[in-house]
């Protein structure tokens, strides 16, 4: 039987000769200190790459009750704000996304996450929308995070930068959206983290949202994901390059806890159904089992995630943003009721899951939805019937992408009417 | 409100005082190398236990072609043979269980991991059956496995240790009832990777069965089973003190590496549900957030569960336990035909499955029950309603009991009616 190799996601290149030596060993991981440029991109220098910028030298006041100043936000724009600037979409992106949404990725050479959903004529239409988004608060792609310099110490914050929430992020994303001259946004879209953020949005700034999209969401982070999260907070903490997050000061990475931490999460990203489809059992080999050197193709996938991911994300930055999404718990921030948060909103809701998603599963983005309907809210719920786990919203799913480019042409049909009094509200 | 507990399992203790100094700080795991002796037991001695054994000089053939020898076995007993030998029980423990089914482990000092299920009066009830269980091929508890001393070298094995697989796991648990003077089992039991074994013993040893009960378990492990062992596997790779297997010569185990493969495991013997409802979103502070110190309470379980588990399993073992776990595809060893696998067995069986165990979900025991029924062998099926997840099998669930204590009543008054002609067989 010939090597049945796995099919690469959209989002990942097949595997590079290179990850193919490693056979039963451990995990070999080219540190970024290295300074090392293999074919799937990433150096040390990649981590001082002159991201797009804007500083706010009043800084953020944070949830935390520190104020961090200054605040700098990183961030791409694509297309063109309209005469009205009624035509911005903003994108959040999750955890370990960037704001490299719909270009070639600056330090991986790889296609934008959401190259698929996000251009000329795509669901989200660069020919008609001008699509903003921003690396979050705490990443490592250019905004004010902990692997930034401190002003005050001209070191990197490390664990001194203080602790961010899903909230910071949404307040440092409407700062860089006043500065681009945008009092309103047509639209917010994000999956999971940048889900998150959407829900934000609606609950913080209800007057300047028209429609919010939250994909694969939820509006808390359940135990069995802090669980996982924190598996991965561990598996950093156990390198000892990582130094009590001081690696910096002696030019390395903790890649082995970093690449540890990256592969228990992918699991969580993809279904069972998924990785028996791509993988099932089958080995790197394509021989008989032996029993000695043998590896399974799904172990091969999972190295290769965990020893590309080191390569371009911060492992601080990894523990913050995990710290934020675990935080995140929008009926707690409004007295307990999640209907409580969305009660000021006038925006209008596409609610989108997928069937297979275990980590933020269809129930979990329908409490969303039962919330909105408890305070009478303009939404719309759809499940997309996917066997691609939590990643199918970053993937070529047809139906989504219908969903998408629907749902916007009728926010932009129903904004162009003349607009109707307020609704009666209860609550 | 008052700080809430997580309820403990009967496996396990209350949080000890010591376990709650941690805060949001990285793991910090009392290595056994130290000596050291705490609340939840173990020791550096403790790997030196003088457990009961037996020693087969002559060895055993292992499927990756190498010949153990000699063969170390050991394992406990309760309860008395009867004079027709008919009334023995083996239990298969799972990845991480040992022999010590129903008494004080000597090492950790808890109750025996299935005291719930074998015990005078329990559904194995050890006034009627003789009760045994060997530590598995490859464990740490006084089989041969990579920390006894390979003889030809006066050392640990360590990564020398030869692959061993569930078949030769079942093989060495053979010649131990051949030793005990038993010629056919009442009964082989047991969950997860005990179950593994159970249905290797049937295919295997088909006239030495006369009752089979598999529990929460598979004929093969899936993709996501091998890509969570995957991940445990990298964090011991990824911990220097690994030392590429030779850890015991520097005098130190790679307990960070161990304990965050622990963790990673410990999510899926839970269920989404069991983890909600022991923790939810609970702080262990009790407090409101205030995104520094904070620490959920199921992290603060988590990190429990790793660093006890570092004190009493070897790291070594770990790694070749999961890849006989990995490897196991029983059809596989049949041409590709799980009915094959059993064509020859005269048992009678009982497929035991939970409805929240996403490990071996009900579907993947289904599956057996099917080849099962393919062969026109004597199966009942049971799916008990749980929301324990995987770890519903050692736990207190009166319908799980109650059913295995039906099923041995039954088999035991089938087997005091004169025998009956063997029925025809498809294929």
Known sequence: MPLSRPSPEPDEPALPASAEKGGAQPLAVAAPAGGEEDSAGGSADALDYPHQRIVFPQGLALDCGVTLAPLTVAYRTYGALNATRSNAVLICHALTGDQYVAETHPITGKPGWWDIMVGPGRPIDTERYFVICANVLGGCMGSSGPKEINPATGAPWGLTFPAVTIRDMVRAQKLLVEHLGIERLFCVIGGSMGGMQVLEWAATYPEHVVAAIPVATGAYHSAQNIAFHEVGRQAIHADPDWMSGEYWRQGVVPARGLAVARMAAHITYLSEEALTRKFGRRLRSGEALTYLDDIFEVESYLRYQGSTFVRRFDANSYLYITRAMDYFDLAAEHGGSL????????????????????LFPTATNREVVQALNACAANVSFVEIASDKGHDAFLLDEPDFHATIRGFLAA?????????????????
Do not use: K, N, Y
């Open 339 to 358: 209907a409580a948060a969305f009660r000021r909103t006038s925006a209008r809701f596409c609610v989108v899951s997928f069937s297979s998603d275990w």
């Open 411 to 427: 926010c932009e049909a129903a904004l162009s009417r003349p607009p109707r009094p307020p609704r009666a509200r209860a609550g």
